[in-house]
């Protein structure tokens, strides 16, 4: 039996090229290794056969069967890149100076394997713990998340199936493993902005109306408003620019109309709803000819502190000394579907320092303690 079973496990999941949708056989190899534990498997297929996403629910209940804690996560990865401007090749995990490098070592396979292993030590020892567990897992997080933790989620809502407790693996430690836990992100609502104008010479400006003039008043307020004040677990809501482009290619044409995306990245103090009023009552204000596009990424969610946080707070210090903060930086992931059905959602994983890059990869030291952290979690709350 092998004595590193949790690097074992990272090592054969990076291996598996899983670019998303691919899931690359990972949720089977996990499967197979949960269903010797007695968890039920079932594979949730969804998506257009161009873009195939494949979902996992796992679950062994207990003999109280309540509270159930869940390991969520995804066994999709970002692409490589330039292969050639990797040290190693990306999906040949490779140990080298104490690191583990590969696509997917910090985000998540890592975390994934020490959800396994995790559960698979637990059940040995206490093979009569009273709470459930279960695993919900999707090749759909790095892309557009349509076909993935979501489709889950709804399916479990119809089933009237409650989660109690849910970690979702996600690379949260900044500077050492266990320094920050995520117990709420900030929601996302993007606006792609179309102001129209009158094309024209621009020796004759009388003849034409100049968009980027027109709108340039609208964007100065906006970008002074401050949208709220955030809140003890939340920044202040941001809005910022991210393109802008007119004109025609001639330096001598007034253009007809400007584009203009921008984002939104809010906290709980506001909704998308208020959010779009508040613009557009600007937009209207200034008397602009516009249409305008949204798109809602996700909304915000927080789990205040709590059983779940306290017993990952507890574990993490008995496992590296750190007191760890929560924190609700960052972009979105997945755990905004699953806070719709489950009171108490964190994110924790190993440190992000290197996710989404060239030569991504992780401590060698920092994968048995993450592995204990995730066990200990499963003895404090469901034993």
Not at 225 to 234: A, L
Not at 242 to 264: L, M, R, Y
């Given at each position: ?215 340039a008043p609208a964007l100065t307020e906006l970008t ?160």
């Amino acid at each position: 039996m092998s004595t590193h079973p949790t690097l074992d496990l990272t090592e054969e999941l990076i291996s598996q090229n899983s670019v998303t949708p691919a899931d690359g056989g990972c949720q089977e190899l996990i499967a197979k290794r949960l269903k010797v534990l007695g968890f039920e498997c079932e594979t949730m297929m969804s998506g257009p056969d161009h873009f195939r996403v494949t979902n996992l629910w796992a679950v062994k209940r207990g003999s109280a069967n309540k509270p159930l804690l869940a390991f969520a996560g995804h066994t999709d990865v970002v692409p490589t890149g330039p292969v050639e401007q990797w040290s190693t090749h990306p999906f040949l995990p490779t140990q080298k100076d104490g690191f583990l490098f590969g696509r997917g070592a910090a985000d998540m396979k890592t975390s994934l394997a020490a959800f396994v292993v995790a559960t698979e030590e637990f059940i040995n020892q206490h093979p009569d713990h009273q709470g459930s567990i279960a695993f919900l897992l999707t090749s759909d997080e790095e892309g557009p998340a349509h076909d993935g933790t979501v489709i889950v989620c709804n399916e479990l809502q119809k089933r009237g199936e409650k989660l109690d407790y849910c970690v979702v693996g996600e690379p949260t430690s900044v500077d050492r493993l266990g320094d920050t836990i995520k117990n709420g992100r900030r929601g996302s609502l993007s606006g792609n902005l179309q102001v129209k104008g009158v094309q024209g010479h621009i020796a004759y400006p009388h003849l034409a109306k100049n968009p980027i003039h027109l709108v340039a008043p609208a964007l100065t307020e906006l970008t002074q408003i401050v949208w709220d004040q955030g809140n003890q677990y939340f920044p202040p809501t941001s809005w910022q620019v991210s393109n802008i482009h007119s004109g025609t290619g001639a330096t001598n044409v007034i253009p007809g109309e400007i584009t203009i995306d921008f984002n939104f990245r809010f906290s709980t103090e506001n909704t998308a709803e208020q959010l779009k009023n508040r613009l557009e009552d600007v937009l209207k204000k200034h008397q602009l000819d516009y249409s305008i596009q949204w798109s809602l990424s996700g909304e915000p969610f927080l789990t205040a502190p709590g059983e779940l946080s306290k017993a990952m707070q507890e574990s993490i210090k008995e496992n590296t000394a750190m007191d760890a903060e929560l924190s609700t930086t960052g972009g979105t992931s997945d755990a905004r579907f699953i806070a719709k059905i489950c009171p108490q959602v964190v994110e924790f994983g190993p440190r992000n320092a290197t996710i989404h890059q060239i030569d991504e990869c992780i401590e060698l030291a920092d994968i048995e303690p993450l592995k204990n952290i995730y066990k200990g979690v499963l003895e404090k709350l469901i034993a």
